[in-house]
């Protein structure tokens, strides 16, 4: 597997895929640890500029809240942290020559920017994420906008702000479907609900009647993670904020006026939006590696691969823990106590190979939570402690989930730093308009 460098007396070069949740705090982390000798280099590698923390892409798409605000950029945050950052989408993985071969950078008329490189490394940590799945829906992938990336969130965005100036100039109506029940599906539905009073309030558009949003779900009830309580609660409240939700209703196709459900019927919308379901990207398949049908990397305790130099965390990884049937969500969650296994176990590792296996990762379900903007939250509890899988709901709900984001902020930036970047949005809420009106 060619030569081990990664010993004490030899500092390893750790490259890491994947700029989200578990990638940049990985990076982060162990790019101020380079001075303990273990580690030569901490590169990052990212198809993208910037970072948005994943949970948070639906207000991006709404715009209600500004992307410029909430994005980490790369180079910046390499700078701050101490670690590299490459530019360029992974392509193929040469494992005998330990190094991340990427494809070349063009721009968008076809020019060749940047030629295919290859980044060497002794530890190679994949953290590349997931995407939505289509799972092969014809016209989905043609005529629906997806929100799983920073850049298609934006794109979204600016599509519907153009709408909006269409509905407010010309007198016309605005749909809007979002396809998938889940959290995602679920917070994209109520921020578009206040998108719309804050648009109003704007005086961007006119009636209620004429911005609708459908939410359509192929299960029998919205939130299938969550306790049937919070799926109640929730699909009531989408309700009386004038949402349309259709459960047990699957989409056969997708075409440019709307979309068509599984007994033919039409559901008419100019705009369309695909949250259902994950998957990893393909190529991760191809790379000589255990992968699951969804093209998830099969890791074992310690977060590797079949590969002993090779990791996965986050959406791309798939752990199964003892006793269990079913492997850990694709969540935030569960990315961010794996990035702090790591952060804790890989300098060991490279102490002493023997003695840092040793420990296992360990998953504790801290519960869930599910925002729907600034009407209402609900979250269940994990069962551990003083909990045993309650729920909460209102105001306390809501804290938790800003909570998570703000604890997010503070890793990547350290508490200071962290803490004023709150304050920043505080006061930007009061200054600046309530939705992006660029």
């Not at 030569?3 to 890491?16: D, G, N």
């Not at 005529?143 to 100039?169: G, P, W, Y």
């Not at 648009?199 to 609708?212: D, K, M, Q, T, V």
Request: overall charge neutral; proline content about 4%; charged content about 20%.
């Amino acid at each position: 597997m060619g030569e081990e460098r990664s010993t004490a007396s030899q500092p390893a070069r750790i490259v890491v895929v994947g700029g989200g949740v578990a990638g940049l705090e990985i990076a982060s982390a162990l790019g101020k640890r380079r001075d303990d000798g273990l580690i030569a280099s901490v590169t990052l590698i990212d198809s993208d500029s910037a970072h948005v923390w994943k949970p948070m892409l639906h207000t991006i798409a709404a715009g209600t809240r500004d992307l410029a605000q909430q994005q980490t950029t790369y180079l910046a945050q390499a700078a701050d942290a101490g670690f590299a950052y490459q530019p360029g989408e992974m392509c193929a993985l040469d494992r005998v020559a330990k190094e991340v071969l990427l494809a070349p950078i063009t721009a968008p008329d076809g020019r060749e920017v940047v030629p295919g490189r290859r980044i060497a490394y002794d530890k190679l940590v994949l953290a590349i994420g997931s995407g939505a799945n289509d799972f092969g829906t014809d016209g989905v992938l043609e005529h629906c906008f997806m929100i799983d990336t920073r850049r298609k969130a934006d794109a979204f965005n600016q599509e519907i702000r153009l709408r909006m100036v269409r509905s407010m100039t010309q007198g016309e109506g605005l749909q809007v479907a979002i396809v998938g029940g889940g959290a995602t599906g679920v917070e994209l539905a109520a921020e578009l609900v206040q998108l719309a009073e804050s648009a109003r309030a704007y005086g961007a558009i006119g009636e209620a009647a004429r911005f609708g949003i459908v939410l359509v779900e192929a299960g029998p009830r919205l939130l299938p993670s969550f306790t049937e309580d919070i799926s109640a609660a929730t699909k009531r409240r989408l309700e009386a904020l004038g949402v349309t939700v259709l459960v047990n209703e699957r989409v056969q196709q997708a075409t440019a006026d709307g979309l068509v459900l599984g007994d033919g019927r039409t559901v008419n919308a100019g705009l369309r939006v695909w949250a259902a379901g994950v998957k990893a990207p393909e190529f991760l398949s191809t790379l000589g590696l255990q992968t699951t049908r969804g093209h998830q990397l099969v890791v074992n305790d310690h977060l590797r691969t079949d590969d002993p130099d090779i990791y996965a965390v986050g959406d791309c990884a798939s752990f199964t823990l003892p006793g269990q049937i079913q492997p850990l969500p694709p969540t935030a969650q569960v990315a961010h106590q794996q990035a702090r296994y790591l952060i804790d176990t890989l300098p060991q590792v490279l102490r002493d190979p023997q003695a840092g296996s040793s420990e296992r990762f360990a998953y504790r379900d801290m519960g869930a939570l599910v925002s729907l903007a600034n009407y209402d939250a609900y979250g269940s509890l994990g069962k551990f402690g003083l909990f045993n899988g309650g729920t909460i709901r209102g105001r306390l709900a809501m804290l938790s989930h800003l909570w998570l984001y703000r604890s997010h902020q503070a890793r990547l930036y350290g508490f200071w730093r962290g803490g004023f970047l709150w304050l920043v949005d505080m006061m930007n809420s009061r200054l600046r308009p309530s939705i992006r009106l660029d």
